[in-house]
């Protein structure tokens, strides 16, 4: 079941299962490391931007961003 990144509380784990936007925007998230696939977790989450830790860094994402962002429940393979 997938649900977007503006959905998940803080302190859940979840892994990105893909992004519902134009391809820079795409590109630009996967820079930043977000890439389908990727273990994402919610440092904070409220009506303003979404922080993330993703492959050992902090990723501020904004509201509207994380609400194109699916992501699945569970961290296995």
Same mark, same amino acid.
């Given at each position: 079941? /997938?649900?977007? =990144? $503006?959905? #998940?509380? *803080?302190?859940?784990?979840?892994?990105?299962?893909?992004?519902?936007?134009?391809?820079? %925007?795409?590109? *630009?998230?996967?820079? =930043?490391?977000? /890439?389908?696939? &990727?273990?994402? /977790?919610? =440092?904070?989450?409220?009506?303003?931007? &979404? =922080?993330?830790? #993703?492959?050992?860094? *902090?990723?501020?994402?904004?509201?509207?961003?994380?609400?194109?962002?699916? &992501? $699945? %429940?569970? /961290?296995? $393979?």
């Amino acid at each position: 079941m /997938t649900r977007s =990144l $503006s959905e #998940v509380p *803080r302190g859940e784990t979840v892994r990105l299962a893909g992004v519902d936007s134009d391809r820079r %925007t795409v590109r *630009r998230l996967a820079e =930043l490391g977000l /890439t389908p696939g &990727v273990e994402v /977790t919610v =440092l904070q989450a409220s009506r303003g931007p &979404v =922080l993330v830790a #993703v492959r050992g860094a *902090r990723v501020a994402v904004g509201h509207e961003m994380a609400v194109n962002m699916r &992501v $699945s %429940t569970g /961290t296995h $393979s």
